[in-house]
């Protein structure tokens, strides 16, 4: 699969504020894909490291609800970093890339708006396995 970590990017979420607070509306045209699933990451230790796997099919956003944390991104050739730390600021992660998510303040959430239902099978879990099939 030839994507690369030059194809995840961060999209911002259009926001309306006023004098009462922000509110940040994810629609239909703000994402490149319809939404299936809707999950979240809380109560997650500081030391916590989650991901460590690739998806084959699956496109998800990411929105740091609340903190921080970090992204790491591989595509078999490159890498990137990138600290998602605002609310209206998402990562969208495209199919085949792995991914490694650490570095959580205390407090934080993580809602992941995802492009298919849960699916073991789209996982590759064992990097050596994701190098296959970045050559394929
Ligand atoms: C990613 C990060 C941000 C389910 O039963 N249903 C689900 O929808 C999900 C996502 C997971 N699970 C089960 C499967 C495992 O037994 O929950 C357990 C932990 O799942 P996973 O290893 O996927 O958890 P994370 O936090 O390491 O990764 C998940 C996403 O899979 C991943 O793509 O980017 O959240």
């Known amino acids: 699969m030839k994507t690369s970590v030059n194809d995840v990017k961060i999209i911002e979420v ?9 509110l940040a509306v994810v629609e239909k045209d703000c994402i490149p894909f319809a939404v299936k699933r809707v999950y ?27 903190g921080s944390f970090e992204v790491h991104l591989k595509d078999g050739e490159n890498e990137r970093k990138i600290t998602l730390n605002k609310p209206n600021k998402g990562l969208l992660i495209v ?8 570095n959580f303040s205390s407090g934080s959430v993580c809602l992941v708006l995802a492009s ?21």
């Open 14 to 22: 259009p926001t309306v504020s006023d004098t009462r607070g922000k």
């Open 40 to 66: 979240y990451l809380y109560d997650v230790p500081s030391d916590s490291y989650r991901g460590g796997h690739a998806h084959k099919n699956l496109y998800q956003f990411l929105i740091p609800l609340s």
């Open 95 to 102: 199919p085949g890339i792995w991914r490694e998510i650490d």
């Open 116 to 136: 298919n239902e849960y699916d073991e099978s789209d996982y590759i879990r064992a990097y050596k396995d994701f190098e296959l099939f970045k050559r394929t």
